[in-house]
Each structure stands twice: as structure tokens, then as C-alpha cells.
């Protein structure tokens, strides 16, 4: 039985792999962010990524790099790829919206909608319920949304000032961009030639009642690798899940 939403489902996306990871240092000093690996795995996290994208559906995605471009095309021309993979890079900084477009400019297929990741981001959810939940609210443009866990114990306390319990690394309050996008297919027009569109053609779209947040269920897995403390704790939490 064919599946009617499977048509307006993505099958290109574009990854944002050009930034200097210098919070990663020393393991960025000779390969860009993306160009990690996670410890344990022996795969970069781009490499996860597009197993990731093809799992969902993709079959072409485009790669923007910047620093340290060349190791990262290397690795992609060599490595046994589950889908398409072109790579572009900026001749010059765009910003991240900018950047975004001239990538965009690449997709094989202009008139249909695409997924966007950043570089850095691990994650694993069902990127065709994202793609449905952004197509039943008409959306131009919808956001994962995360609670990560915070860095830091918290405490609980009763109306008097009590302490009555801790709580090691709970999750935020608050929900956060997580990183990974759907767009429709007129959304990289309204992006800026050079700039950023979190500052820009977000705030517009949410303005306008067309910008869309999709909550990463509950239960699956999401890490920004920014710091080597990220890597070391994606290892431990790989291991705990006996992957």
C-alpha cells in the first residue's frame, strides 16, 4: 500500500560543514568539526549523518564546506557513501544564511522541499514525522526542537527554602533549535546573499504564523558535539546503549 504523505516527504538535503570547531581544539587543529570522530565508532560525525539521511529517505545531499575544506572532500570522494554526496564552498564568508542559499543553489531538486542539518549535530529521530508535521501545518520552514541536559546539578526546593532533593544534569526547561530543519521549496529565496537568516528570515516566518517547531520525541538520541567533553560523553552513551 503506497503511503500518501511519502510524496511531499524530502529526498535532498544540505549540511552546514564549514565551521572552525575551535572549542574542539586540538582534535579540529588538522580536520574540520564534522571531520571528528566519535570515540569508539570510527566514524567522523558526517559520515553518521548521512547514514542518518539515507535511513530517512535521502538520496542527494550537498555538503558546505569552509575550513579545511579539502580534508573533508577527501574523506567524502573515498568513503563508501549510502547516498549522492556534492560538495561547494564559499569563496568567501556568506554567514550562516548565506550560506545556507549558495548550498541550497545546488540541490537537485529545486522545486521540492529539503532537510538541513548543522555539522556538528548527532542525532537519530523519524525525519519523515518531522516532514509530515511540517507539512499539516503548512509551514515554510520547521525546527527540531531539544531539551538538552544541563551541564550542572540542580536542586529542588519547597516554599520555605528547604532543599528537598537534587538532581544530576536534569533537562532544560526550555526547548532549543536543535539544529535540523525541513524547508519548503520557496524558503532558500527568502534567505539573505550573505548574513543570518536566524536573524532575519526566521524571525519573519515566525511573525507570519509559518515557522514551525517539532519536538524531537521523547527518548531519542540528540548531542551537539561542541566541546571534547561532548565526544567523551557520546561515547559513554553509545556504550549504554550497547551500540
Request: aromatic share 8%.
Amino acid at each position: 500500500m503506497t503511503d500518501p504523505s511519502a510524496a511531499s516527504r524530502p529526498v535532498q538535503a544540505v549540511v552546514l560543514a564549514g565551521g572552525q570547531g575551535s572549542r574542539l581544539r586540538p582534535y579540529t587543529d588538522d580536520r574540520p568539526k564534522p571531520m571528528v570522530e566519535i570515540p569508539g565508532t570510527g566514524t567522523p560525525i558526517i559520515g553518521h549523518q548521512l547514514s542518518w539521511l539515507a535511513e530517512e529517505g535521502v538520496t542527494d545531499v550537498v555538503v558546505s564546506c569552509g575550513h579545511l575544506a579539502e580534508v573533508l572532500q577527501q574523506w567524502l570522494e573515498s568513503a563508501d557513501l549510502p547516498l549522492s554526496v556534492t560538495t561547494v564552498v564559499e569563496s568567501e564568508p556568506l554567514g550562516r544564511g548565506g550560506g545556507l542559499k549558495y548550498a541550497a543553489a545546488r540541490l537537485p531538486h529545486p522545486d521540492r522541499p529539503w532537510y538541513a542539518t548543522n555539522g556538528d549535530i548527532w542525532t537519530r529521530f523519524s525525519l519523515r514525522d518531522m516532514a509530515d508535521f511540517h507539512t499539516e501545518r503548512d509551514a515554510v520552514a520547521t525546527l527540531a526542537l531539544a531539551r538538552p541536559r544541563l551541564p550542572w546539578g540542580a536542586v529542588k526546593t519547597d516554599g520555605f527554602g528547604h532543599i528537598t532533593d537534587f538532581i544530576e544534569a536534569p533537562p532544560s526547561t526550555f526547548e532549543i533549535n536543535a539544529g535540523v530543519y525541513v524547508f519548503s521549496p520557496g524558503f532558500a529565496e527568502m534567505l539573505p546573499e550573505r548574513g543570518d537568516h536566524e536573524r532575519s528570515t526566521f524571525p519573519r516566518l515566525a511573525r507570519e504564523r509559518r515557522l514551525a517547531g517539532f519536538p524531537i520525541p521523547q527518548g531519542s538520541y540528540w548531542r551537539a558535539i561542541d566541546t571534547a567533553k561532548d565526544l567523551t560523553e557520546a561515547a559513554k552513551e553509545l556504550a549504554a546503549m550497547g551500540r
